[in-house]
C-alpha cells in the first residue's frame, strides 16, 4: 500500500494550496478518504473525509467553509483545496485510507 501525498509548501495568510495523495496498492474505491494533520505539538487530527463514492463528506469546524474534499476514483487520488489559509492550519498533512493506511505527511506553513 502506498499513499503519496503532494502540494504542500510556504503560503501566506488567506492563500490557498490544493494537496494531492496518489493511492496504490489496494482498491481505493474500497475504502473512505480522510485528511488528517498535526501541528507542532498537538495530536494528530482529522480534518476531512469523503465516501468511497464521494456522496458524504465530513469537515472539523476548524476547517469548514474553507477546505473541500475530493476525490477522483478513475485517477485514486484524493486532493485537499485549502482556501483562506490561516497562521493555525499550518501542519504535516497526513493522507489516510480508512483507517489503517497513511501516507508521509506533507508539510504546510502559513505565514503572516
Known amino acids: 500500500v502506498q499513499l503519496q501525498a503532494s502540494g504542500g509548501g510556504l503560503v501566506q495568510v488567506g492563500g490557498s494550496l490544493r494537496l494531492s495523495c496518489s493511492a496504490s496498492?489496494?482498491?481505493?474505491?474500497?475504502?473512505?478518504m480522510a485528511w488528517f494533520r498535526q501541528a507542532p505539538g498537538k495530536e494528530r487530527e482529522m480534518i476531512t473525509a469523503?465516501?468511497?463514492?464521494?456522496?458524504?463528506?465530513y469537515y472539523a469546524d476548524s476547517v469548514k467553509g474553507r477546505f473541500t474534499i475530493s476525490r477522483d476514483n478513475a485517477k485514486n487520488t484524493v486532493y485537499l483545496q485549502m482556501n483562506s489559509l490561516k497562521s493555525e492550519d499550518t501542519a504535516v498533512y497526513y493522507c489516510?485510507?480508512?483507517?489503517?493506511?497513511w501516507g508521509q505527511g506533507t508539510q504546510v506553513t502559513v505565514s503572516s
Open positions: 489516510n485510507a480508512g483507517p489503517y493506511f
Open positions: 496498492g489496494f482498491t481505493f474505491t474500497n475504502r473512505y
Open positions: 469523503i465516501s468511497w463514492d464521494g456522496d458524504m463528506t
